[in-house]
């Protein structure tokens, strides 16, 4: 019997996996779009701590790149480009903090962590990614 991740049995808690862990990216997208949009003191510090400008301005285009990006996953019919630009900017942010030595597993890691939640939600809620990117059991 060829069993895949996409029977049938198991279709509406996949789906429910997914929004669940699509909605904690996109929460924390909101968050963190909306503390850079202020910008609070605390972003600008960390930005300088970051070696980039402490600039209100930076911060506020920041935040804006980054709700759009979650604007753009949230969205079904846009979620494949939402996903897809919100790892270049996890990326980015995962070479700022191997640049300037942050510690490994909480701050280096984090964009690892949310960029695999983010792609596992989609995969998990999208099945034309799934029809694209088949897991499937041995036989």
């Known amino acids: 019997m060829h069993s895949d991740i996409q029977d049938t049995a198991t279709a509406p808690a996949m789906l429910w996996i997914g929004r669940v862990m699509s909605g904690l990216v996109v929460a924390f997208l909101i968050f963190d779009g909306g503390i850079k949009l202020a910008p609070l003191s605390v972003v600008t510090e960390t930005m300088q701590q970051l070696g980039y ?3 209100p301005e930076l911060a506020r ?3 804006v790149m980054t709700l759009a990006i979650a604007l753009l996953y949230a969205l079904p019919r846009t979620s494949i480009l939402g996903a897809i630009l919100l790892t270049g ?7 700022t903090h191997l640049r300037v030595g942050s510690p490994l597993f909480s701050h280096l890691f984090f964009g690892l962590y949310l ?8 995969y998990l809620r999208d099945t034309k990614l799934r029809r694209m990117i088949p ?5």
Do not use: H
């Open 135 to 139: 897991l499937r059991a041995e036989t």
């Open 53 to 55: 400008s402490a600039s």
């Open 115 to 122: 960029g695999l939640l983010a792609w596992g939600g989609l």
């Open 61 to 63: 285009g920041l935040g």
């Open 89 to 95: 900017l996890l990326g980015g942010a995962m070479a």
